[in-house]
């Protein structure tokens, strides 16, 4: 099992055919720290924290505005 403490991840339950199931989306290529991890009998939970990575991973879209047309004369 993981715990994860993450600030980019969005709530998907809405969404999800199992809206009571705590269902996260996560960006491709995030990426997390261990923490901690324990083990209890047959259990494993890995404590894992989102870091912040080296370079952006979306970059801003740019706007383009188009010139105006210019009517067309004859």
């Known amino acids: 099992m993981f715990t994860l403490h ?5 709530d998907i339950r809405k969404h999800s ?3 009571s199931e705590d269902e996260l989306l ?3 290529a995030t ?3 261990v923490i901690s991890g324990l ?9 894992l ?11 801003p879209v ?3 505005i188009p010139p105006p047309i ?3 004369s004859s």
């Open 26 to 28: 996560l960006m491709a």
């Open 49 to 59: 924290e989102e870091t912040r990575p080296p370079h952006p991973l979306l970059q």
């Open 70 to 72: 210019k009517p067309f």
């Open 62 to 64: 740019p706007i383009v």
């Open 17 to 19: 055919y199992h809206p």
């Open 6 to 10: 993450c600030q980019t991840a969005k």
């Open 31 to 33: 990426q997390f720290r």
């Open 39 to 47: 083990n209890q009998g047959n259990l494993h939970i890995i404590q």
